[in-house]
């Protein structure tokens, strides 16, 4: 507690520091710990949504720069294999805004396949950048040796994939 203290006030005399962010990679490289590794990841996703909006559309945001480094913190903190950071927690972080990666991601760990399979469906539909071959890749990724739930799921997609499909391409076969 004493520490966190010390760079708290540091950081309010220099904003610039990220001696938080410095004092949490340094700590979880050597010792993870759930709560700093938490801090870590609550922190790359707060500067992220500081530098866009919550509400950005992903088409619309240019991959590069400082946006990139701290995005691909992000991911590669999330995915770690040594990880112990709060999954739920990080979960209602990115839930909604534009870091939708992460966000399916967490679902899946959490073995929430449903609202996995959801957004990604949500993806497609009101994004034309977007197709089905990341929710084929998600299903054969979680499902491959689970035939009976891969089915289910697979099912669920073609149905949702009726939906969105045009009528048009129903009517070249006429």
């Excluded at 050597?30 to 870590?40: F, H």
């Excluded at 950071?85 to 966000?103: Q, S």
């Excluded at 990341?134 to 739930?149: L, P, Q, T």
Aim: glycine share 2%.
């Amino acid at each position: 507690m004493f520490l966190s203290n010390i760079i708290a006030k540091v950081e309010q005399l220099n904003k610039d520091s990220n001696l938080s962010e410095r004092f949490l990679t340094f700590h979880n490289e050597r010792c993870p710990n759930e709560k700093y590794q938490t801090k870590l990841i609550e922190g790359y996703i707060d500067k992220l949504l500081k530098m866009k909006s919550p509400d950005t559309n992903l088409g619309d945001i240019p991959f590069e720069g400082e946006l990139k480094t701290y995005y691909d913190l992000l991911m590669t903190n999330l995915k770690k294999k040594d990880s112990c950071y709060l999954k739920n927690f990080i979960l209602g972080k990115v839930k909604g805004t534009w870091l939708i990666d992460a966000e399916i991601y967490l679902y899946s760990e959490l073995k929430l396949h449903n609202n996995a399979l959801d957004k990604l469906l949500d993806c497609v539909e009101n994004d034309k950048n977007h197709d089905f071959s990341k929710v084929e890749k998600y299903c054969e990724e979680n499902f491959a040796n689970k035939s009976d739930i891969f089915a289910d799921f697979f099912l669920k997609l073609i149905e949702r994939k009726k939906k969105v499909l045009p009528d048009s391409h129903n009517s070249k076969e006429d």
